[in-house]
């Protein structure tokens, strides 16, 4: 019975998500004539998506919460900028067949939903076609044929858009289809739901990822301490007690995180609900993000002081994508990113 409810829980909320910038800001008490105009403009580019439980980790009456920036379309974007283009990690290139990735020598990306439980503004994403590039259930014997033509694959990542909006049912089915091959020993989620709807994890998922043969390493998306609420770190922390990897990559974001303080902070309550830092990302230079953009020097100075502030295993590591390289690029000590 309980989680029959949880996952009516979890399903209803992504039914009920916020995508109306005056709602969104009447919730908040920021009834700012400026502030909806500009977020009522770039909503059409990239709609505003945002859910309840999310935004109640705001504080009210702040129109610089960390969190809101994060998700509130802004007249901003609208700016073009030299370098910031819609697809700059080349990814339309590397698509080889629909839903797949495959850039990373042992590691293969599958893209099973192009939904997202929330925009992020900042996302490379915003404009990627994914609808035209979802993998069909006849697909998979496409997909299959390409991985046992590729045995240096060892690990699937689903990433989306977010795996995690899908159905545990749907989740079953390919996390099954992928067990039937040998050669596959790691399956890797990136999924930012957890953080936006902690009670995502509820008893179905953390029993099907316990159980499957498959090495379980869950990276989650959370670039601000103050996304990590009890609820939250006490639903990640069950996978932990599963022998599940919980892993945390963040964006490093003007305005948002750009403080070795509040990145210390995030590093110290990941740990607590038993998360390791994995990565922290350089903004990607997509069309519409050039106000998240902190320069090289700022960056640098940031991360200098995280590194003096931490232990070596809270420290995430400092990297960019670069289109057509053969791996993130680590960046730290480099002068010019
Ligand atoms: C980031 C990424 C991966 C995973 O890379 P790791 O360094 O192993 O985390 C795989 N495929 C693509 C396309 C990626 O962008
Ligand atoms: S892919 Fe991740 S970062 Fe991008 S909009 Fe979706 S949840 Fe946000």
Redesign the pocket.
């Known amino acids: 019975m309980t989680y029959l409810y949880q996952e009516q829980n979890w399903q209803s909320q992504m039914s009920d998500l916020i995508t109306s910038p005056a709602e969104l800001l009447n919730i908040l008490e920021l009834s700012v004539d400026d502030l909806l105009s500009g977020a009522l403009l770039a909503s059409e580019q990239f709609k505003l998506r945002v859910p309840r439980a999310f935004v109640r980790k705001m504080q009210v009456g702040n129109a610089f919460d960390p969190l809101l920036l994060q998700i509130l379309p802004h007249h901003l974007e609208l700016e073009e900028h030299q370098g910031f283009i819609t697809d700059p990690?080349g990814?339309e290139q590397?698509n080889q067949l629909p839903g797949v990735?495959?850039?990373?020598k042992?590691?293969?990306?599958l893209t099973l939903t192009g939904a997202c439980a929330v925009h992020c503004r900042y996302c490379f994403r915003r404009h990627f076609p994914y609808q035209e590039n979802l993998p069909k259930s006849e697909d998979w014997l496409k997909i299959k044929d390409y991985l046992e033509a590729h045995p240096e694959i060892n690990?699937v990542?689903l990433?989306g858009g977010d795996p995690l909006t899908l159905s545990n049912r749907k989740l079953a089915l390919w996390i099954e289809r992928l067990t039937t091959l040998n050669q596959i020993k790691i399956l890797?989620i990136?999924s930012r739901v957890p953080i936006v709807i902690p009670e995502r994890i509820d008893e179905e998922l953390v029993s099907l990822l316990k159980n499957s043969r498959l090495r379980v390493i869950l990276?989650v998306h959370s670039n601000h301490p103050a996304e990590l609420d009890d609820l939250t770190c006490s639903k990640l922390s069950q996978l932990a007690k599963h022998n599940i990897l919980v892993l945390n990559?963040a964006v490093l974001l003007k305005g948002v995180n750009d403080s070795a303080q509040i990145l210390v902070e995030l590093s110290h309550r990941l740990f607590e609900a038993q998360i390791l830092p994995?990565?922290l990302h350089v903004l990607d230079k997509v069309k519409g993000a050039h106000h998240f953009d902190l320069g090289t020097e700022k960056i640098n100075e940031i991360y200098t002081e995280v590194l003096a502030s931490l232990p070596g295993y809270l420290v995430p590591k400092l990297?960019r994508?670069i289109a057509g390289e053969n791996?993130?690029t680590p960046l730290f000590g480099v002068t010019t990113f």
Do not use: P
Request: zero cysteines; aromatic letters at 16%.
């Open positions: 990690l990814e590397a990735l495959h850039k990373y042992s590691r293969f990306l690990e990542i990433s890797r990136h990276v990559q994995y990565y990297v994508e791996n993130k």
